[in-house]
């Protein structure tokens, strides 16, 4: 049972265009949640993250959307630079003393020159 | 600042041998936990622990063995591999408590059983 789905696995976009990842999920006790970025051959590494106590975060090119009645988030990048080509996972976690997090599928983003 | 050092990088065996993964923080963080990366199935959890002498299942824990003895340490040990043990494994860890630390992973284990 995927609490965490991402369910475009690929993206393209043109460089200075927005990109925008979508991520819905399942469990309404997830009250937190981040997107990673993973480049092939290293670890996913942190990005942004949004409480479920607000609807948006923006961190520079990088803002995080969630709309919490449609359990769906998004990530939209704005410009949208070569650099940011990667995988993105969206990920959910609860509170609690283990506040475990739980990934989405990801989604490959492809920025055109 | 090493981060999360996970070892080896690439890993091949033979179904049935055993093997343990290792992975060591220096960031004095409490939690650490296990994921295996597999094509359309994202990152899952297979073990993790809040601190020393504590760990606790995931997603997908069978077939995996952990233990913590210390805090810098996480190891996920195969004590019987299996073709459907190949994935590729990340160690991650952050501050437990804390609720919107985010984890720092290690850059991987590709193991291959065959």
């Known amino acids: 049972d995927q609490q965490v789905k991402q369910n475009s696995p690929s993206l393209s976009v043109q460089e200075g265009r927005i990109s925008i990842l979508n991520c819905d999920y399942t469990?309404?006790?997830?009250?937190?949640f981040l997107w990673y970025k993973k480049y092939p051959a290293e670890g996913p590494t942190f990005l942004i993250s949004i409480s479920s106590i607000k609807d948006k975060n923006e961190d520079g090119r990088f803002t995080v959307f969630l709309n919490k009645s449609a359990k769906h988030l998004s990530l939209h990048i704005v410009p949208s630079q070569p650099g940011d080509s990667a995988v993105y996972f969206c990920a959910a976690s609860h509170g609690g003393a283990t506040n475990k997090l739980i990934f989405g599928t990801g989604t490959l983003l492809a920025v055109q020159p | 600042n090493a981060g999360v050092t996970q070892t080896p990088k690439f890993q091949v065996l033979k179904t049935g041998q055993s093997m343990t993964l290792q992975c060591a923080q220096d960031?004095?963080?409490?939690?650490m936990s296990w994921y295996r990366q597999d094509p359309g199935m994202g990152l899952r959890l297979i073990h993790y622990s809040v601190g020393a002498g504590i760990t606790d299942q995931g997603e997908v824990p069978n077939g995996y063995n952990v233990s913590r003895s210390t805090t810098e340490d996480f190891p996920l040990r195969l004590l019987s591999a299996a073709p459907s043990q190949t994935s590729v494994y990340f160690c991650?860890?952050?501050?437990?408590?804390?609720?919107?630390?985010?984890?720092?992973f290690g850059n991987g284990t590709r193991l291959t059983v065959t």
């Open positions: 991650a860890s952050r501050v437990a408590g804390s609720y919107n630390s985010p984890l720092h």
């Open positions: 469990n309404s006790m997830f009250d937190y």
């Open positions: 960031m004095n963080h409490e939690y």
